[in-house]
């Protein structure tokens, strides 16, 4: 493999340790997006004192007494509501945080819908493929593999229902009607014909199957998962070199990992070489073609969130290294 995924995020972990607080802050910035990545990324890169630092903090300025997260000022909190609450989940698996675990649990199965296997992304309903993989996925690692095992059937319904997958990918669901496609903007749709698109539709939801293959020795969960990252390669030639490629590479070590197939190494290693090429000088990621067009610099929020996801993602990327 060009480059090391493990050497990569060492780097960027040591960028987020230099600005953590002895309390578990960041300097000058108290908003949600700028924690929920990095007891994760801490955790997987090495670091569980730090990670368990920074879960701390967290418990203590935004868990609410029912589970829910204090949102305030992250922009995009309204429209991917329980994104947050999915990675932290995770982490306190991770971290042997039982009490906060249970919490985030029982908020987290109250945006399922048992009908349709989705979880409710926002307050109008939608079920969307990234919000329903990564709780799934937190859900499963926390011993819920009942309501994992529906959103693993509802990612099988929407590959499904899909048109034609060399056009794109439709990652919205409604649950009366099916497939929505909305204004066909990104929102809605990976356009397989432009760049720069949500591609980490296909790897999120691969991590989620593959984590199923794992779990319950099945094998139609380890196949779904590779039709979802295989299905990546009608997409535009930038698929797994912008900064919305990580997750593919996270999906695909995770299917390496039961397949033993080179395809599937094949799209780590791509992803890590892409992702090598986008890392700054200081070890960090910047947001740009994340969140802005054009990050501010005044700003570390998005520099943060973004590095803290590419080191939990490339310390996963770095276990394919070895095999």
């Given at each position: 493999?060009?480059?090391?995924?493990?050497?990569?995020?060492?780097?960027?972990?040591?960028?987020?340790?230099?600005?953590?607080?002895?309390?578990?802050?960041?300097?000058?910035?108290?908003?949600?997006?700028?924690?929920?990545?990095?007891?994760?990324?801490?955790?997987?890169?090495?670091?569980?004192?730090?990670?368990?630092?920074?879960?701390?903090?967290?418990e203590q300025r935004?868990?609410?007494?029912?589970?829910?997260?204090?949102?305030?000022?992250?922009?995009?909190?309204d429209r991917f509501?329980?994104?947050?609450?999915?990675?932290?989940?995770?982490?306190?698996?991770?971290?042997?945080?039982?009490?906060?675990?249970c919490a985030l649990?029982?908020?987290?199965?109250?945006?399922?819908?048992?009908?349709?296997?989705?979880?409710?992304?926002?307050?109008?309903?939608?079920?969307?493929?990234?919000?329903?993989?990564?709780?799934?996925?937190?859900?499963?690692?926390?011993?819920?593999?009942?309501?994992?095992?529906?959103?693993?059937?509802?990612?099988?319904?929407?590959?499904?229902?899909?048109?034609?997958?060399?056009?794109?990918?439709?990652?919205?669901?409604?649950?009366?009607?099916?497939?929505?496609?909305?204004?066909?903007?990104?929102?809605?749709?990976?356009?397989?014909?432009?760049?720069?698109?949500?591609?980490?539709?296909?790897?999120?939801?691969?991590?989620?199957?593959?984590?199923?293959?794992?779990?319950?020795?099945?094998?139609?969960?380890?196949?779904?998962?590779?039709?979802?990252?295989?299905?990546?390669?009608?997409?535009?030639?930038?698929?797994?070199?912008?900064?919305?490629?990580?997750?593919?590479?996270?999906?695909?070590?995770?299917?390496?990992?039961?397949?033993?197939?080179?395809?599937?190494?094949?799209?780590?290693?791509?992803?890590?070489?892409?992702?090598?090429?986008?890392?700054?000088?200081?070890?960090?990621?910047?947001?740009?073609?994340?969140?802005?067009?054009?990050?501010?610099?005044?700003?570390?929020?998005?520099?943060?969130?973004?590095?803290?996801?590419?080191?939990?993602?490339?310390?996963?990327?770095?276990?394919?290294?070895?095999?």
């Amino acid at each position: 493999m060009s480059g090391s995924a493990r050497s990569m995020a060492a780097r960027g972990a040591d960028w987020l340790r230099a600005l953590l607080q002895p309390d578990g802050s960041f300097p000058g910035e108290a908003a949600l997006d700028c924690y929920y990545k990095a007891p994760c990324a801490l955790a997987f890169s090495g670091h569980r004192e730090d990670a368990l630092r920074v879960f701390r903090f967290v418990e203590q300025r935004f868990l609410q007494p029912d589970g829910d997260l204090d949102g305030t000022g992250v922009a995009w909190y309204d429209r991917f509501r329980i994104y947050p609450h999915s990675w932290l989940l995770w982490a306190a698996t991770e971290l042997d945080r039982p009490e906060t675990a249970c919490a985030l649990a029982s908020f987290l199965e109250t945006r399922w819908h048992p009908e349709s296997g989705g979880f409710r992304a926002d307050a109008k309903g939608t079920e969307e493929i990234m919000t329903t993989s990564l709780a799934g996925l937190a859900m499963l690692r926390n011993g819920r593999a009942d309501i994992a095992m529906r959103a693993g059937e509802w990612l099988e319904r929407v590959l499904g229902a899909q048109p034609d997958l060399r056009r794109g990918l439709i990652h919205v669901w409604r649950p009366l009607t099916g497939l929505d496609e909305g204004d066909g903007s990104v929102w809605f749709r990976v356009n397989a014909a432009e760049p720069r698109q949500w591609y980490f539709q296909y790897g999120i939801s691969a991590a989620l199957l593959s984590d199923l293959a794992r779990s319950t020795g099945q094998g139609k969960w380890l196949a779904l998962a590779r039709r979802y990252l295989h299905a990546s390669a009608h997409c535009h030639q930038d698929r797994y070199s912008t900064p919305q490629s990580g997750k593919i590479g996270w999906g695909a070590a995770w299917t390496h990992a039961l397949s033993g197939h080179r395809e599937d190494e094949a799209l780590v290693e791509a992803v890590v070489n892409g992702l090598g090429a986008l890392q700054c000088g200081d070890g960090s990621w910047n947001g740009e073609g994340v969140y802005h067009a054009q990050p501010d610099p005044a700003s570390a929020v998005a520099r943060i969130d973004v590095t803290a996801e590419f080191v939990a993602l490339l310390s996963i990327m770095g276990t394919a290294e070895s095999r």
